[in-house]
């Protein structure tokens, strides 16, 4: 069977694909996704035997049937499949990292209506962006593709990756704190993750629920965090945590309920990480504030502003070496200790570590 497909104009963007459901986005859009990535894939790794690309989904309603057609489009280009299940895209992520794939999608609204859905994506292990993105138009349009028979295998991460962000924190005072993912991606990680973590936890709005019933999973917007504050003052925590829609961000209440901005986090992050890493080269986006690069010449290290977007600043990182990166966004990314990605759940217990 030809195929040949025709994208939304709108949903192919700088940084990931994004779209309405059933209006600028649906099923037969994610199967192209699948089928176009899948030969990309294959002829980055030409004669490779075996490719796999690992595949998440979100908690959204839209997000299993845009799942399961991606799925069915990588296969059909001839890449065998992984399917990590449903979780927060730093799953994902991990995935990629620890399996050492071809590639990840993470089928994704991120912080976006319910009505919303959409893809982020790895070739490798950098991020897939930009002109690529773009570029997968004009292929689908053409129908410039290879056909296969991939094997499709299903592979729980979730419980493997909280493991891994929980061996990795070294806190030894037990404190008190309060999470909020705000019914996204991140709800079940939350609940599993706080489980293995010393110390008391509150979890609120810890179920996952694509029509996000309470408050919106952006902990940028003040109004989002007004039940974190009030529940960090009733139960006397030391810190509280807010999540985006898919666990890739991290908002902080600090104790007396005041929010901490992006490059507020990054202060406290940098003074830690260059501790171990001295004279590091410190990255944040151009929005931080001068603060923020004053304080890390203090702490010892290099500050280095970069564009914001979250595939500019891991590939800037990868390019200098930094340990750490941020953006006034609440996306952090390690490589002291972790992988280089940005992760709000590996942010928190990091975080928590410095405070205990």
Known sequence: M???????????????????????????????????????????????????????????????DLEAATVEG????GVDVERVGRGPTPMLYFAV?????????????????PTHNGFKMMLGRKPFFADQIRALGPQAENGDVESGKGKVTQNDTLPRYIDRVAADF?????????WDPGNGAAAEAVQ?????????????????????????????????LIQLQDAVAKEKAAVGFAFD?????????????????????MQILAEDVLKSKAGATIIADVKASQALFDE??????????WK??????????????????????????????????????????RLLEILS
């Open 296 to 305: 890390v010449k203090r702490f010892g290290g290099q500050p280095l502003m």
């Open 308 to 349: 914001t977007g979250h595939s500019l600043i891991k590939n800037k990182m990868a390019e200098t070496g930094a340990p750490l990166a941020g953006e006034m966004s609440g996306h952090v990314f390690f490589r002291e200790r972790w992988f280089g990605f940005d992760d709000g759940l590996y942010t928190g217990a």
């Open 74 to 77: 990588l296969a059909a280009a």
């Open 245 to 265: 829609g898919d666990g890739d961000r991290v908002g902080i209440v600090d104790g007396k309920g005041r929010i901490l901005w992006g490059d507020q986090i």
């Open 170 to 178: 070294k806190g030894s005072r037990t404190l008190t704190a309060v």
């Open 192 to 224: 599993m993750l706080v489980a293995k973590l010393p110390g008391r936890h509150i979890v609120l709005n810890g179920t996952i629920d694509g029509t996000f019933p309470n408050h919106h999973p952006d902990p940028t917007v003040p109004k989002n």
């Open 97 to 113: 990292c620890d399996r050492d794939a071809a590639g990840g999608i993470m089928i994704t609204g991120s912080h976006n209506p």
């Open 2 to 64: 030809t195929f040949k497909h025709k994208f939304h104009p709108t949903v192919l963007r700088e940084y990931d694909i994004r779209g309405i459901i059933d209006e600028t986005l649906s099923a037969a859009d994610a199967y192209a996704i699948g089928r176009c990535f899948g030969s990309i894939v294959r002829r980055k790794n030409p004669g490779k035997s075996g490719l796999v690309v690992c595949v998440g989904y979100d908690g959204r309603l839209s997000s299993p």
